[in-house]
């Protein structure tokens, strides 16, 4: 398995006209037509571990021959740095699957895009207007009225002595959350429930392993079991709800405008309008462009979020003095400033929730293998030739415990980041929850914020245990593949109010 190879962006420092010979990257054994096809049928169901068994046994960089398509897999430090940095050029693009196709409204959205002059325009207005610190700033009245909704019902089942089931409770905050700021007040209840859960059935149509992807010439077979009529049906309502926020957003600002009002605080749709309407040097955006980046926020923005909250609750669980730590640091807080609820401007104090949130980014990343990076020219890793075409998955989960990098790599221990200055923010390629380099995630800011104040706000309000006697180290942990990777069974509670003396 050898190719004579030109690198172009190699960081072994050869110069352009160098001509050698590097082998492709190693793998499984292959059979004619599906490739190594079978090797990930037949292994794990969850990818990222499957993978890692694979990477385990042929080395951190392995390539798969899956039918017509080539994917690279990279599960060391080193690896994934000259992908996602010294070479992140040369991978800065997405594979166009077809199932993404309608959704994205042709790829025209920010993370299904391929990489080149549009997806650069709105990566900047993401980066520079959209998910600014300071516009997620202007959402902390959203955040904090979705905890206080959430601590309530929490509050209600408690009396009535009911467990509480955390991933639908999860969901809805973090929903509610980016429904309101993306729409603000024009999200009637009832079109929230339709959108939302058309969005979910349209994630079950996307996600997942699909042949066809490997087998253009099965291309057929979608349309045999339904699925594009399907994804067309949904996606037609989708749009038209869009279409309904957009048109209410416009009359809005029209009507202001008239009546001379200051626009005020803008939501997320009202910010891509403007971008829309005041252009761009000698570039714009359009409005399918803004539909299909309100979709990738719903799409990105909610299970994200709540999968890392529900794995935070489930770690603590098991480990009873981390959660009696981080109860006693949150409480202590909360009594220095005679408060019933955390507010955004008491995190900066909570260090040990910032840990254990690392650390449950750590072992569970709730997109263990990120999204998937298209290679664009034929260049060298780590001494293999990567082929134009490849595909290539970063395994962020094996990364992530590795003990290479990783004391104990399978401990739940917060502790490890006390003093380690690793960070998520992409400089450490041990530690990649959000990706790293030009498509790093742009909602961190975003993500985290959520996440943070309502921990905090649960385990201030609430003394957690497991109901039916139920053991901590009973507690299923098993994963289960979907838009993120979140917890195969739903994560269910008792709840005692706190009562501060
Ligand atoms: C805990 C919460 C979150 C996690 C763990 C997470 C993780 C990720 C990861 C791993 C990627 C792929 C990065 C890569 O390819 O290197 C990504 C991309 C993306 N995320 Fe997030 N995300 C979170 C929250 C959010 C939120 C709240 C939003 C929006 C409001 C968002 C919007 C996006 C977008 C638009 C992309 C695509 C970027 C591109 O292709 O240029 N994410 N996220």
Redesign the pocket.
């Known amino acids: 398995l050898t190719l004579i190879a030109k690198s172009t962006k190699s960081s072994r420092k050869s110069s352009s006209t160098d001509i050698f010979v590097a082998p492709l990257p190693p793998g499984p054994r292959q059979l004619p037509i599906i490739g190594q096809l079978h090797h990930l049928l037949s292994g794990d169901p969850l990818p990222h571990i499957s993978l890692r068994n694979l990477s385990s046994l042929h080395g951190s960089i392995i390539l798969l021959r899956l039918g017509r398509v080539n994917l690279a897999v990279v599960s060391s430090r080193e690896a994934a740095e000259e992908i ?1 940095r010294t070479q992140d050029l040369c991978f800065a693009s ?1 594979p166009q699957l077809t199932r993404n196709r309608t959704m994205s409204y042709g790829y025209n ?5 391929p990489y080149g002059p549009n ?1 650069r325009l709105l ?1 900047k207005i ?1 980066m520079t207007e959209l ?1 600014t610190a300071k516009r997620v700033a202007s959402f902390a009245a959203i955040r904090k009225e979705a905890v206080s909704a959430l601590v309530e019902s929490i509050a209600a089942a408690a009396g009535r002595k009911e467990a509480v089931n955390l991933k639908q409770k999860l969901e809805e905050t973090t929903n509610d959350i ?1 429904m309101k700021a993306a729409f603000s007040r024009e999200c009637r209840q009832g079109r929230k429930a339709e959108l939302l859960s058309m969005m979910r059935d349209m994630i079950s149509l996307t996600s997942g392993l699909n042949v066809v992807e490997f087998f253009p010439w099965l291309w057929f077979v979608d349309t045999m079991l339904g699925v594009k009529g399907q994804i067309e049906r949904l996606f037609k309502r989708i749009d038209e709800i869009l279409e309904e926020l957009i048109g209410e957003h416009e009359d809005r600002l029209r009507l202001k405008k008239m009546e001379g009002i200051e626009s005020g605080d803008e939501d997320l749709l009202d910010v891509l309008l403007r971008a829309r309407d005041q252009g761009h040097v000698d570039q714009s955006i359009s409005t399918e462009n803004v539909k299909a ?1 309100a979709t ?2 719903l799409f ?2 909610t299970d ?2 709540s999968t ?1 909250m529900q794995w935070a609750m489930s770690e603590l669980m098991r480990n009873p003095k981390a959660m009696e730590k981080m109860q006693k640091e949150i409480r202590q807080v909360a009594a220095m400033g005679r408060k019933r609820q955390i507010e955004e401007e008491d995190l900066n104090q909570l260090d040990y929730l910032k840990q254990v949130i690392k650390e449950t ?1 750590r072992l569970h ?3 263990p293998l ?2 998937p ?1 298209l290679c664009r020219e034929t260049c060298q890793v780590q001494g293999y030739t990567v082929p134009a075409g490849t595909r290539v998955l ?1 395994n ?1 989960w094996a990364l992530g415990r590795d003990s290479r990098y990783w004391k104990e790599p399978e401990r739940f221990w917060p502790e490890r980041f006390n003093e380690a200055l690793v960070d998520f923010k992409g400089a450490n390629f041990e530690f ?13 800011n ?3 914020a ?2 943070e104040l309502v921990l905090a706000n649960l385990l201030l309000c609430f003394d957690w245990e497991l109901p039916d006697g139920l053991r901590a180290e009973d507690l299923d942990m098993s994963e289960v593949s979907g838009s993120t990777t979140g917890r195969k069974v739903d994560l269910c509670l008792l709840a005692t109010p706190y009562v501060s003396s």
Not at 109 to 113: G, N
Not at 432 to 444: K, Y
């Open positions: 996602l997405r959205d920010i993370a299904m895009a997806w990566r993401c998910l980016i980046i990738d926020i990105a923005g994200t979020s890392t980014l990343p709730s997109l990120l999204l990076r970063v962020a990649l929850p959000f990706g790293a380099g030009r498509r790093i995630c742009p909602g961190i975003f993500g985290l959520s996440v």
